[in-house]
């Protein structure tokens, strides 16, 4: 999603010397703390799930390789590689031969509308884009990994259109952390069958639009790729530590690399500086 958005800030991220201000940002560390509660009540959904919660990715793929053997079983957080690219999966239900995988957003929807994905002209809506394209990658990943399966993807969101069958339920789910400050979820004992008859997620399937980003074509600096080229090209600058030439634009206004003048002199870089001096020499 960092690629899609911007190739060059794929050299930034997840470094400490280039201030990431979006990590900052209380507002969106709320929505992620709602995002964790969000995705334990869809493992209430799909009860008798195995979590695999392990952070060791080696670990993750062969716990994941070795469920994989069971004829039906449904797993959170299962891991699966393809080259150089790996991918956690929010809830994978496999049944022969079928498997569903399932991403958990913390986003609303609204069943009863007739077509929210879409504009007129059958694009993808630019505010369905991010959600539609995480699914499109993970199943490009579990569809190469897993040739031999029958693959369907679902979005699982919460619906507007169900009213909540319990005031406060989430107030079950109590955000908690171990003795590493990793987050994680604390169910309620109190939790019932009468809070989860009555199901405020919704599934909604999404192999079409994952088909049209599949399809789709994409600018990266003069070049047009294809999706498959265009996933190679990130990912072997990733993997390699290499920044690829950026692209300056109106985009760069929301650029969340930028060092405040006292953290430049504290030694952190400014991640949108260098883009423009590169760029333009600014």
Not at 24 to 51: H, K, M
């Amino acid at each position: 999603m960092v690629g899609l958005d911007c190739p060059t800030k794929l050299f930034y991220v997840r470094k400490r010397e280039y201030p990431d201000k979006s990590q900052e940002d209380p507002f969106l560390a709320a929505l992620a703390e709602g995002g964790y509660q969000v995705g334990e009540l869809a493992r209430q959904y799909y009860e008798g799930g195995i979590n695999i919660d392990t952070l060791d990715y080696q670990e993750a793929e062969a716990m994941t390789a070795d469920l994989m053997k069971k004829d039906r079983v449904i797993m959170y957080e299962p891991a699966f590689r393809y080259k150089n690219l790996l991918i956690r999966i929010d809830i994978l239900v496999k049944d022969g031969t079928n498997l569903r995988l399932i991403e958990v957003k913390s986003k609303s929807f609204d069943s009863t509308e007739a077509q929210p994905f879409l504009t007129k002209k059958g694009q993808i809506r630019a505010n369905w884009q991010p959600y539609c394209h995480d699914v499109a990658f993970q199943k490009y990943v579990l569809e190469n990994a897993c040739p031999d399966y029958s693959i369907r993807s679902y979005l699982m969101m919460a619906d507007k259109s169900v009213p909540c069958p319990t005031d406060g339920l989430n107030q079950k789910f109590r955000i908690v952390k171990d003795e590493t400050d990793r987050k994680g979820i604390q169910v309620s004992s109190s939790l019932n069958e009468d809070d989860l008859k009555t199901k405020i997620l919704v599934e909604v399937p999404v192999d079409d639009f994952v088909q049209l980003i599949h399809n789709d074509t994409y600018q990266v600096g003069d070049e047009e790729l294809g999706y498959s080229d265009l996933i190679d090209f990130l990912a072997a600058h990733y993997e390699k530590d290499s920044k690829i030439t950026p692209q300056i634009g109106s985009k760069c206004a929301k650029c969340q690399f930028r060092a405040t003048p006292e953290e430049e002199a504290a030694g952190l870089k400014n991640g949108f500086k260098e883009c423009w001096t590169e760029a333009v020499n600014w």
